[in-house]
């Protein structure tokens, strides 16, 4: 019965409104305005189904209830698939007229659903181009009070899996709600999401209630699946997130979804992986891997056995360089880092196996030297960071005083020549029991460090008057000068410093 009134409804409206515009017979562009909405209750929400003729251009107003807001969604169009966005389009506007702002623009290129919100008016123009074609337009808009929400009804999840239901499921679904879920895995995943149950009005353009899957972070970032009706679908992300929208319309309300995902390792890893960074190993094992020696992920440890991994369609550890047994040495003037996956078997006797035994030896060399460069220009001038070097990560930074408490941001900022600039150069690493030492500071006119350069540090020692180097403090290299210009330069001058990075004990 609430499928037959809702037919009704659209036929009620839709007849005259065609009618009026003279969508059926128009040859050239036709004048058309009409007001939708506003306060009466039947106007609280409604649904057109439009067939566009060539060379139209007509214009809606969609007017807001007193203290309420306005969502107006397009989702189903047929526009002419070779028209250009310049020629035939759906404009959305921001108030009772095309002068308000643009909130979009719609054309057959567009690979999303677009819906637009107001806590004002909402103008729709549709223009046309003159190619012969049946063109097609769905818009639902409806009324809902600012500040309300419903609950469960979207969020964010980031761990490797987990699950999402639509609000009251296994119950019917609320009416005239819009849920975004935001999925967001780590990066080098993709993302699996299998909908276990969806039970939604059917249709066989999904114009009524229906659920929207998109490729990346946001409701623009690619379509990659609109559903409704009874169905079980599973859809697989390019990269490390996707965003799943349920829209719902005032009628027929059945049980919403209930959907799961898995992160999905996007490279191949035939046995191990290994890479390094300044705070933590990343060790990545595949799982058919393990199953080749009939181990599961239950059968593997580090060091310390209460690091425990992260098990998708591979098994990975994330190791911290100051933690789960990890074994630090120090070796001309070199630091290596070392940890050991151990499979143990799952013995069927205390006294024999016929397991072998593997251990999966991680071993992270970290070189010492690294080198960070900055520019600054004088002549009442400008001072901009520019990047950092190395396996460590490593960055220098400028300050206004010597209690480098705030790092300067601004872009450009402007110096005097001969003011006194602080500068730091910062290691990032989760080992306490390192230090930064300044090897050479020199500075040049050009970003190459072609001739002529000027050093102000050369061997960890002063090679300027005005330079001062400050005592080792940890993880950060300090020192100040008194900011010059290159003579018969511009007023540009590069630093950069070579530095080493050394545990604490190598003297």
Not at 63 to 90: A, T
Not at 141 to 163: A, H, K, Q, R, V
Not at 350 to 368: F, G, Y
Not at 469 to 496: D, T
């Amino acid at each position: 019965m609430e499928a037959m009134r809702r037919l009704v409804l659209l036929a009620v409206f839709i007849v005259p409104c065609l009618a009026e515009l003279n969508w059926t017979k128009s040859e050239g562009k036709s004048s058309c305005q009409s007001s939708l909405g506003g306060s009466s209750q039947s106007d609280a929400h409604r649904a057109l189904i439009l067939q566009l003729n060539p060379n139209e251009d007509c214009t809606w107003t969609v007017e807001r209830p007193e203290n309420k807001n306005i969502r107006i969604i397009f989702s189903h169009f047929q526009l002419d698939p070779d028209g250009s966005c310049e020629s035939e389009y759906i404009k959305v506007f921001d108030g009772n007229s095309t002068n308000g702002s643009l909130l979009g623009q719609i054309c057959s290129k567009h690979d999303y659903i677009p819906v637009f919100e107001s806590s004002s008016s909402l103008t729709v123009q549709i223009i046309t181009d003159s190619v012969r074609l049946q063109r097609t337009v769905f818009i639902f808009y409806y009324s809902f009070p600012s500040g309300t929400s419903i609950p469960n009804c979207g969020g964010y999840l980031d761990s490797l899996e987990g699950s999402f239901t639509s609000p009251n499921y296994p119950n019917p679904h609320p009416e005239l709600a819009y849920c975004v879920w935001h999925i967001q895995v780590e990066k080098g995943y993709k993302i699996k999401l299998n909908f276990r149950d969806v039970f939604l009005e059917g249709d066989e353009h999904c114009r009524f209630d229906f659920i929207a899957v998109y490729d990346g972070p946001s409701t623009t970032t690619g379509l990659i699946g609109q559903v409704c009706g009874y169905v079980r679908p599973t859809f697989e992300s390019s990269s490390d997130s996707l965003t799943v929208v349920l829209s719902t319309d005032y009628a027929n309300s059945y049980r919403g979804f209930s959907a799961s995902y898995t992160s999905i390792y996007a490279e191949n890893i035939n046995t191990t992986s290994l890479t390094c960074s300044s705070d933590k190993m990343r060790a990545i094992i595949s799982k058919s891997y393990l199953e080749s020696f009939t181990y599961s992920e239950n059968n593997i440890q580090l060091n310390d056995p209460t690091c425990r991994p992260k098990i998708s369609n591979v098994v990975e550890f994330s190791i911290p360089l100051d933690g789960c047994g990890t074994i630090k040495k120090v070796e001309d003037h070199s630091v290596t880092y070392t940890n050991i996956i151990t499979l143990i078997p799952s013995p069927t006797s205390q006294v024999i196996t016929r397991q072998k035994h593997l251990q999966i030896v991680l071993k992270c060399e970290m070189e010492s030297n690294s080198t960070v460069e900055m520019m600054y220009i004088t002549e009442d001038d400008v001072i901009q960071n520019q990047s950092a070097l190395g396996k460590y990560n490593t960055s220098m930074a400028l300050f206004e005083t010597d209690s480098f408490e705030q790092p300067i941001l601004e872009s450009p900022y402007y110096v005097d020549l001969n003011q006194t600039l602080f500068v730091q150069v910062s290691l990032r690493t989760s080992d306490p029991n390192l230090v930064v030492f300044l090897d050479t500071c020199s500075a040049s006119p050009t970003p190459d460090f072609a001739s002529p350069t000027y050093d102000l540090i050369k061997r960890g020692c002063s090679q300027d008057e005005t330079c001062k180097v400050y005592p080792l403090s940890g993880h950060y290299g300090r020192f100040q000068f008194n900011a010059f210009k290159f003579l018969r330069r511009l007023g540009s001058v590069y630093l950069q410093c070579k530095i080493l990075i050394c545990d604490h004990s190598d003297h």
